[in-house]
């Protein structure tokens, strides 16, 4: 069976980092591209950033460029996810995302397989 496992979420203050982890297990997904979504409370869940099988192909929404940093090692079966310089605004539930096909679209209905999420609270 098919898992994605988060990890790595916290309490952080604003202005610091986190690196979020996303490890696969069942299955390989070498050749899935990964995402990551996230939700805030009381919002609907937004895409964050996508990266394709190889890693060569990445894609952002625009409230998180040139903050957060999407990387995979394919080795490992693991997406990640460095986030630095967070805003309080940056707080909600992170999901990890796998998709048979990479798109900037960012549609929560490209993709296939989720993981249960990992909080992330920034405190101002």
């Known amino acids: 069976q098919a898992q994605l496992v988060e990890s790595g979420g916290g309490l952080v203050q604003a202005g610091g980092s986190l690196r979020l982890s996303c490890a696969a297990s069942?299955?390989?997904?070498?050749?899935?591209?990964m995402g990551w979504f996230r939700q805030a409370p009381g919002k609907e869940r937004e895409f964050v950033s996508t990266?394709?099988?190889?890693?060569?192909?990445?894609y952002y929404a625009d409230s998180v460029k040139g903050r957060f940093t999407i990387s995979r090692d394919n080795a490992k079966n693991t997406v990640y996810l460095q986030m630095d310089s967070l805003k309080p605004e940056d707080t909600a539930v992170y999901y990890c995302?796998?998709?048979?096909?990479?798109?900037?679209?960012?549609?929560?209905?490209?993709?296939?397989?989720w993981g249960q999420g990992t909080q992330v609270t920034v405190s101002s």
């Open positions: 990266i394709g099988w190889g890693g060569a192909r990445t």
């Open positions: 995302a796998a998709a048979r096909t990479y798109s900037s679209s960012g549609r929560e209905s490209e993709y296939n397989y």
């Open positions: 069942g299955r390989t997904f070498k050749s899935y591209a």
